[in-house]
């Protein structure tokens, strides 16, 4: 461990025990304990310095850069947690069953030893893990309750940390007096399995591989408590090994909890349930059983009739009905299948499907989480880079014998940033720290094992011109490859702090280290594994065996090709989401531009939906009142797992605009097509001027009220957008028109005038200014991609003062009250553009809004090429 590293740790601790001991931190602590840190080592305190066991030679910018980490790890702030309750669910007998009695009443062996093992988080991470577990207990059942069937969801972001959210929640099930604990981990590879068998080894049994691991290292092993594992970090659950090792076990002869990580798949589930029918039945039902089910929307759902249920669906339930004492907890960043699940479905046999319908609880996230909206979001988008030249190498449209005739330029650019990244990083005092770069390009394992043998060559390649020239005083004069390595450098990190002779010296110290490793179903290479006490810098080539749970470690470079239009497969393969303290900056990921799109897109949709979430929690509204929103919501339609029905028919799906706004982010360059788009907007001026609706002037903008249908449709008709689908669609035109034809409401319009822009002429009676747009105006091929064309200073136009100073900027509440729609046009002046028409509708109501609906229609050929998208070959 280098200096750095040591002394950050050392200044980590001392500000934990501060606020341990003083309850919380002030502004100034941490710049106080490390300038304290800097004096004891100016003086030589000789005993201080020998404890570290390293030589400390750190510069200015080494105490900046740990400074800004301190600060983002203990002044990270936490979005509230939300929760929905089911009705009944609310009028339990005893709601806070642990929080209000057994919490104080039980022994909280397993919890202490977990919380004990969290002294790497800064307090305030603890708490929220000690908060967000405390209420999903009370959510889950007592245990010494007669007879019990809870269903429940857990909703977090991508590589946020439920892991260790559920860890905690197994430890206090256990304390209570849980005594069957299933874990079924996120997909059917042994990967994933084995990696949630080691945290789960780390954080709850205390041993892993036979050796003390985790809290076990350092904490008392109680025998009587010990969890029996009848998994290892090796060995998935099989009935045979368990007779074997453990005799003839039963859940009344043991004290202890008896644990289990399995994969999901149909088999392992099979095993575990014949083992179960085995045993004395008195001695399962007697007694309580936990199943948390990570990546729950993941092959948990049933997409078949429900008599004859999708073989996994069938053998988790069946699972859970060999117990009258049940609690199924699906864990998921990306909820949408499970609460597409009909609510009322269940026969007699299995008892009711996966339906979260006693609660929902969605984790909040700290601002260090380096979350989607940071990455794509962003105008700067400094973590993107846009690539097209893999179009010609690796087609979007090859097949799985597809000949891989060698690798993108760009590609190569990304591996040596990753192995910059590696060196930059040594130079950071973390070079005893895990780094991975990802490759996602293809959906077909054949031909991923291709792309891995280029990569091989390469990183061979990379090793013999840095070991026989890197220490050479003119090295990039004599390779071209350490050149490359020097403009890749002066491109992408620019600002990094080292020279490039300082950083090449440290290329010459890491290169050996290097590994490339191929993560899929049917690998042939050593698995990848990061340990505690050996560095892996790897290159790991991989498809959805990547995508779901699975954690890369120190991973700083993605490059991704793979596209879906599924929502929650997209977001899954987002591997790079995470914590990336003291290397954020040095994070790149190469995709094509429409991906970039796609990104931006549905993560503006699924913030509709949280905040949606919060609102109902708020109303006291339902799991299902959820499931209804998101199945409503305009945008989620071509890419959520409900469109796993393979039905012979055509589907239709209701839509709910309410509450919503839309707009024409996306708008031809086309001059004719603009040319027609302005003309539009003066049509429908000038025939609501000619027929004297009620007109008002505001500040500079128009106001007209209680305009008829029939003008609105038309003017939508004459205004001329690009087609586009799915993801991208921010203005669904057809659905619009359908409203417009189908809600008999009259409308509110408004021209919208800017105040620094150009005349424009509506008619010779109305005049307004453009809005000037310097920012958030971009060119995509022959389109503008606009980021927001209207505010919600604009869709509050249409209230009274009062309810304007009341209501603020809230755009939800604003909608809220309004009764009508409100069609708002707009002039934009861009450096693209001086004259460019555009305009948005905010449709009135929220989340508690009825009778809205309009039907969306998708057809099988759809349906079928969506599901293809999904699964590797």
């Not at 750190?58 to 105490?63: C, N, V």
């Not at 590589?159 to 905690?168: H, L």
């Not at 010779?764 to 022959?782: D, F, L, S």
């Amino acid at each position: 461990m280098s200096g750095y590293q040591k002394v950050k740790d050392y200044i980590f601790y001392q500000l934990r025990t501060i606020g341990e001991n003083d309850g919380q931190l002030n502004d100034d602590s941490i710049a106080q304990e490390i300038n304290n840190v800097k004096k004891v080592i100016k003086s030589g305190a000789h005993q201080y310095i020998s404890s570290l066991g390293v030589d400390i030679d750190l510069e200015d910018k080494d105490w900046k850069r740990m400074e800004k980490v301190l600060d983002s790890q203990f002044n990270a702030k936490w979005d509230a947690s939300t929760l929905l309750q089911g009705r009944e669910h609310q009028e339990r007998e005893d709601p806070t069953w642990w929080t209000g009695r057994v919490q104080q009443e039980c022994t909280p062996y397993y919890w202490n030893n977990y919380k004990n093992s969290l002294n790497e988080l800064p307090l305030d991470a603890v708490k929220a893990i000690v908060d967000d577990t405390d209420r999903i207990m009370n959510n889950i059942e007592n245990p010494n309750v007669s007879m019990f069937d809870i269903r429940g969801m857990v909703v977090g972001h991508v590589q946020s940390g439920k892991t260790g959210n559920y860890a905690g929640l197994i430890c206090k099930a256990a304390d209570a007096g849980y005594k069957f604990i299933v874990v079924i981990s996120g997909t059917n590879i042994n990967n994933l399995r084995d990696q949630t068998q080691k945290r789960l080894d780390n954080s709850f049994v205390g041993i892993h591989k036979g050796e003390r691991s985790g809290y076990g290292k350092h904490e008392h092993l109680q025998g009587d408590k010990q969890p029996i594992s009848l998994t290892s970090a090796d060995k998935d659950f099989k009935r045979h090994d368990v007779v074997k090792n453990a005799g003839v076990l039963n859940l009344d002869n043991t004290t202890a909890p008896i644990f289990l990580v399995i994969k999901k798949n149909v088999t392992s589930l099979k095993n575990v349930i014949d083992w179960l029918n085995s045993l004395n039945k008195n001695s399962i039902t007697q007694h309580a059983m936990l199943m948390v089910d990570d990546e729950a929307d993941y092959a948990s759902i049933n997409y078949k009739d429900d008599n004859n249920p999708t073989k996994i669906n069938e053998r988790l339930r069946e699972l859970l009905s060999l117990f009258k004492r049940s609690s199924y907890i699906g864990y998921t960043a990306t909820p949408y299948a499970n609460v597409f699940i009909n609510h009322k479905a269940g026969n007699g046999k299995l008892g009711d499907d996966l339906f979260p319908r006693d609660f929902i609880y969605a984790l909040g996230v700290p601002t260090n989480y380096f979350g989607a909206r940071e990455v794509f979001l962003d105008d700067k988008r400094k973590y993107l880079i846009s690539i097209d030249d893999y179009q010609y190498i690796i087609p979007p449209d090859h097949k799985k014998d597809f000949e891989l005739p060698s690798m993108p330029k760009s590609l190569y650019e990304a591996m040596r940033v990753f192995v910059l990244n590696i060196a930059i990083r040594n130079l950071r005092g973390e070079g005893n720290k895990h780094n991975s770069m990802l490759i996602h390009a293809t959906r077909f394992t054949a031909v991923h094992q291709k792309l891995a043998s280029h990569v091989s060559q390469y990183v061979e390649k990379i090793k013999n011109e840095i070991n026989a020239y890197g220490k050479l005083l003119d090295a990039n004069r004599q390779s071209t490859l350490i050149q490359d390595f020097k403009n890749t450098l002066s491109n992408v990190h620019k600002d990094i702090g080292y020279s490039w002779q300082e950083v090449l010296s440290s290329l010459c110290d890491i290169i050996g280290t290097i590994v490339y490793k191929e993560v899929h179903q049917h690998k042939t290479s050593a698995p990848l594994e990061y340990r505690d006490n050996i560095t892996t810098n790897a290159i790991v080539i991989g498809g959805a065996s990547l995508s779901r749970g699975y954690t890369l470690e120190g991973l700083s470079v993605s490059y991704f090709l793979r596209n879906t239009k599924f929502y929650d497969t997209l977001m899954q393969m987002g591997r790079w989401f995470g914590y990336r303290e003291g290397y954020q900056d040095l994070c790149r990921i190469y995709m094509p531009e429409i991906m970039i799109d796609n990104f931006g897109h549905i993560i503006e949709i699924t913030e509709d939906l949280i905040d949606d979430f919060r609102r109902m929690e708020s109303e006291n509204m339902t799991p299902k009142d959820f499931g209804l929103t998101i199945k409503q919501h305009h945008g989620v339609l071509q890419i959520t797992a409900n469109n796993k029905q393979r039905s012979a028919q055509n589907t239709y799906i209701d839509i709910n605009l309410d509450g919503r706004l839309k707009d024409t982010g996306w708008l031809s360059r086309d001059k004719i097509i603009n040319k027609n788009n302005l003309s539009a907007i003066r049509n429908l001026v000038s025939k609501l001027v000619t027929k004297k609706i009620n007109q008002e002037l505001k500040k500079g903008k128009y106001v007209w009220i209680n305009v008829d249908k029939d003008d609105i449709f038309n003017f939508i008709n004459d205004f001329k957008i690009p087609k586009t689908i799915g993801v991208k669609e921010r203005m669904p035109i057809d659905l619009i028109k359908e409203y417009v034809k189908s809600i008999k409401t009259k409308w509110d319009v408004v021209l919208y005038g800017g105040s620094q822009g150009e005349d424009f002429l509506a008619t010779k009676e109305i005049v307004i200014q453009k809005e000037k747009r310097n920012t958030g105006v971009n060119v995509k091929g022959n389109q503008y991609e606009i980021r927001q064309i209207s505010s919600g200073i604009a869709e509050a136009i249409v209230l009274s003062d009062e309810e304007k100073s009341r209501l603020g900027s809230d755009r939800k509440d604003i909608r809220a009250i309004r009764k009508k729609p409100l069609l708002i046009l707009h002039v934009l002046e861009t450096e693209f553009d001086k004259e460019l028409a555009a305009f948005s509708i905010s449709f009135p109501g929220g989340i508690k809004s009825k009778g809205r609906t309009i039907k969306a229609k998708m057809n099988t050929v759809e349906q079928e090429r969506l599901l293809e998208e999904q699964s590797d070959d």
